[in-house]
């Protein structure tokens, strides 16, 4: 017997291994200060940057299944990517703390950003705590740096498992549909629309592919921070629902599932702050309490604050802001403010 407290996932998200990593179910919580300075809908956080893991973030549930696949290949070594200040680079080393691989995290540094900070505090000071090994390469050499570390873990006889940067594969992606299961069995109301960060395509594809095989009818926003070209988030995201749908079946024409990209918040490149980022940052953490990052959450926060101020919501609305993390960086970009 489940109590009201628990929450049991359906049983084709059940059926694949997990690692407990994660705090769940997230909390889900009115923002009621935030609402009312805006006027419209009902304004909810899904707060998945309260993981439980060294801060938290959206990679932890990726992780969850990511990691037991890692252990049942009988893997000893975990190599992901991402760029410098990735969070999904510090959750995989926390969760490889957690319960004992060895993390290297091969990093390119694709942002224009250059001070200390950037380069050594936030994520990356986290990285060296949780006793990763860190390698940062520009994109030009990046393939020739993951070769020579490859081939030296290779002749250590390590056993390797490489996570995807973003955990986005069909195992991590699995971890939204999860959460989109999570948060319809907690919600005191029908959710209808969703506003959260995009960028290597995993998350919102878990949530498409959970929304679809569960039956629900929740409009999922992504707000893209990462992608110069907006299609190529859209490509990525049904390329993954094609391959979830080959592994796990549940859903019927994956063709017709819609795939709701919002561009108007990514601003002049992924990593740099803009204005209404900067901005939605402060109207969360003085209105709410609440700290965001001017990478992901505050960048989609803006989309989900200007949306509502053109008035695209329906007033009666409750929308569920995914607040996806990202708050370890903030101090790697003190120079924004
Ligand atoms: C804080 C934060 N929010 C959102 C995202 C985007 O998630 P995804 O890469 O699954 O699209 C990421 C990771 O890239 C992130 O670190």
Redesign the pocket.
Known sequence: MTSPNSFTAPDWLAALPTTPLGHWPTPLEPLHRLSAELGGPQIWVKRDDCSGLATG???TR?LEYLIADAQLQGADTIVSYGAVQ???ARQTAAACAKVGLDCHLLLSRRVDRSDQNYLHNGNMLFNRLLNAHVYTFDLDNFEDGRKNVMNTLEQQDKTIYEIPA???NAIGALG?SRCISELVWQAPFTPTQIV?????????AGLVFGNAALGYDIDIM?IN??HPEPDTLKQRISSLLATMQQRFGVVQSIEKLPIHINHAYFGGAYGQPTAAGLEAITMFASLEGILL?P???GK?AAGLIDQITLGNFDDHEHVVFIH???AASLSAYDSAW
């Not at 959260?196 to 919102?204: D, E, I, K, R």
């Open positions: 973030g959206n990679k990726k990735s969070n999904h973003g955990g986005s939204y959260h960060a995009s960028a290597s395509s995993g998350t919102q992504g921070v990462f990052d990478v992901y959450s989609a996806t993390g990202g």
